[in-house]
């Protein structure tokens, strides 16, 4: 998803890791995505819900690189929502949060995880969308390539998608477009 959105892939790797998961994934900003801006906090969304949509488009994740994921498409949900609401300081698996202290409502907690849920869900519908277009291309990827040199990085992601025909951001508008429908600048 990363790719399809526009972030430039760093390193792709399946080795497992000392959190459980069974690999990871980085990349950085792009031309087309600043860092720190509503458009890169999405994307990163959106690539972290990628391991749910192949969970539930293919039925092929890892349970725990999947939690992971998700955890960590909480927190820059809450990083995003931030943009929006700068007063707002939470974090996801720490106790000591703005939340825990007693200076929010119950009631703004219920309406920041209602517009947490609400980017999350946004980021799944493309991702699956992702998925769904690239089933084939992510099947290639893994099995011919990824399983097979175990790391891959920057230069070796880029010519194997060019190999694929995969185009660098083909999902750029649409993501533009659901961050404009969630009230976010774009």
Same mark, same amino acid.
């Given at each position: 998803?990363?790719?399809? +959105?526009?972030?430039?892939?760093?390193?792709?790797? &399946?080795?497992?890791?000392?959190? =459980?998961t069974f690999?990871?994934?980085?990349?950085?900003?792009s031309?087309? &995505?600043?860092?720190?801006?509503?458009?890169?906090?999405?994307?990163? &969304?959106i690539?972290?819900?990628?391991s !749910?949509? +192949?969970?539930?488009?293919?039925?092929?994740?890892?349970?725990e690189g999947?939690?992971?994921?998700?955890?960590?498409? !909480?927190?820059?949900?809450?990083?995003?929502y931030?943009?929006?609401?700068?007063? +707002?300081?939470?974090?996801?698996?720490?106790?000591?949060?703005?939340?825990?202290?007693?200076?929010?409502?119950?009631?703004?907690?219920?309406?920041?995880?209602?517009?947490?849920?609400?980017?999350?869900?946004?980021?799944?519908?493309?991702?699956?969308?992702?998925?769904?277009?690239?089933?084939?291309? &992510?099947? !290639?990827?893994?099995?011919d390539h990824?399983?097979?040199?175990?790391?891959?990085?920057?230069?070796?992601?880029?010519? +194997?998608?060019?190999?694929?025909?995969?185009?660098? =951001?083909?999902?750029?508008?649409?993501?533009?477009?659901?961050? =404009?429908?969630? =009230?976010?600048?774009?």
């Open positions: 998803p990363a790719y399809a +959105v526009g972030l430039e892939p760093i390193l792709v790797t &399946i080795e497992p890791s000392a959190d =459980g690999g990871k994934s980085f990349h950085r900003h031309d087309t &995505i600043p860092p720190s801006s509503a458009k890169y906090y999405f994307a990163d &969304i690539t972290s819900m990628g !749910t949509a +192949v969970y539930t488009e293919l039925e092929k994740s890892k349970e999947r939690m992971s994921d998700l955890t960590r498409a !909480t927190r820059t949900a809450l990083n995003l931030a943009l929006k609401n700068p007063m +707002v300081q939470m974090n996801v698996g720490r106790e000591d949060t703005y939340l825990s202290l007693g200076l929010f409502s119950e009631e703004n907690r219920v309406e920041i995880e209602a517009e947490i849920d609400k980017i999350k869900n946004a980021a799944l519908k493309i991702a699956q969308e992702i998925v769904r277009h690239y089933e084939d291309e &992510i099947s !290639t990827f893994t099995n990824l399983i097979k040199n175990e790391i891959m990085v920057r230069s070796e992601i880029i010519d +194997v998608m060019k190999e694929m025909g995969v185009k660098p =951001g083909k999902y750029y508008e649409q993501m533009c477009k659901s961050l =404009g429908e969630l =009230g976010y600048p774009v």
